[in-house]
């Protein structure tokens, strides 16, 4: 049920975003919306029996054309290897995808506050972990998971524990550095 529940509202979800751009007279701001998923087709059950006869029980989902295009005009490299590798734990691999964008678009030494308006709490959907310090477990967990993966992942949990600090990295990982760990 969790995992219906998860897709029906993936499914409903619209993504919001935005730019500004300060110039010497005028600030420039672009806002846009689309959705993730333009339909979707999925099987809750893999009972043959039940199965539409003639029809193969496959899930199907196709991107909305926007995020399409969204995805593919501002690549993100990462390693899919990774990626299939936290798909049971969805808040770690969450933080690597964010850590991904993130570390590749560093332009030196960035600090994301964990808590407040716009911190990585309200970033990464966490608002559950209302304790700060429970987060802040949560979040050391997910990183040791990460950086078994992508040893050369560079965020850490500032030494106040006020906020994340990364650096530019790319969360590409070679077959040599990932047999390493």
């Not at 029809?55 to 290897?81: C, G, K, M, W, Y």
């Not at 559950?128 to 965020?155: G, M, N, T, V």
């Not at 530019?168 to 047999?179: C, H, K, L, M, P």
Request: with cysteine; proline share 5%; net charge neutral.
């Amino acid at each position: 049920r969790r995992l219906i529940a998860a897709f029906e509202r993936i499914f409903g979800a619209t993504i919001f975003f935005g730019t500004h751009e300060d110039r010497p007279a005028t600030r420039v701001v672009r806002k846009g919306r689309f959705n993730f998923l333009r339909e979707a087709k999925l099987w809750y059950s893999r009972d043959i029996e039940t199965a539409v006869i003639g029809e193969e029980p496959q899930n199907e989902i196709v991107l909305s054309d926007e995020f399409f295009d969204e995805i593919n005009a501002h690549r993100i490299p990462t390693d899919l290897e990774v990626v299939k590798l936290l798909i049971s734990s969805p808040a770690a691999l969450d933080l690597f995808m964010w850590l991904s964008y993130r570390s590749f678009t560093a332009k030196g030494e960035e600090r994301i506050p964990l808590f407040g308006p716009g911190a990585l709490t309200a970033q990464l959907g966490s608002v559950e972990y209302a304790r700060p310090r429970k987060f802040r477990e949560r979040l050391e967990h997910w990183l040791d998971s990460i950086r078994q993966l992508w040893p050369e992942c560079r965020a850490s949990i500032a030494p106040d524990g006020s906020a994340l600090i990364i650096r530019n990295a790319r969360a590409i990982v070679t077959g040599e550095s990932r047999a390493a760990s």
